[in-house]
Nanobody
Framework: QVQLVESGGGLVQAGGSLRLSCAAS????????MGWFRQAPGKEREFVAH?????????YADSVKGRFTIFRDAADENRVYLQMNSLNVEDTAVYYC?????????????????WGQGTQVTVSS
């Protein structure tokens, strides 16, 4: 069983930045594709970004492209980050990291087997 723990959420003003971290318990985590999703109040969970197990391939939702960066930690293969810049109020949501042991790096949440508990990001105007 893989356990994922997100951290780094908080309250930030519009235009600010946050870095979310996702730590995994599994020693095979480095072979998993990873995704970040988010869910705002009253809305469905939506794809934010994903990264291949090697880190060589990334993809982003149009709403965050150019502002968010997903990357794997070369020094700690059990950690994945989401750097969020130029935040706006529409980015307010609970952010979840998810792991896909099959390496599909999908935009579909159903293709991720493991999920963290989420971390709240609130952007004030």
């Amino acid at each position: 069983q893989v356990q994922l723990v997100e951290s780094g959420g908080g309250l930030v003003q519009a235009g600010g930045s946050l870095r979310l971290s996702c730590a995994a318990s599994s020693r095979t985590f480095s072979r998993y594709a990873m995704g970040w999703f988010r869910q705002a109040p009253g809305k469905e969970r939506e794809f934010v970004a994903h990264i291949s197990w090697s880190g060589g391939t990334t993809s982003y939702a149009d709403s965050v492209k150019g502002r968010f960066t997903i990357f794997r930690d070369a020094a700690d293969e059990n950690r994945v980050y989401l750097q969020m810049n130029s935040l706006n109020v529409e980015d307010t949501a609970v952010y979840y990291c998810a792991a896909d042991p099959w390496g599909r790096a999908s935009v579909k949440d159903v293709e991720y087997d493991y999920w963290g508990q989420g971390t709240q990001v609130t952007v004030s105007s």
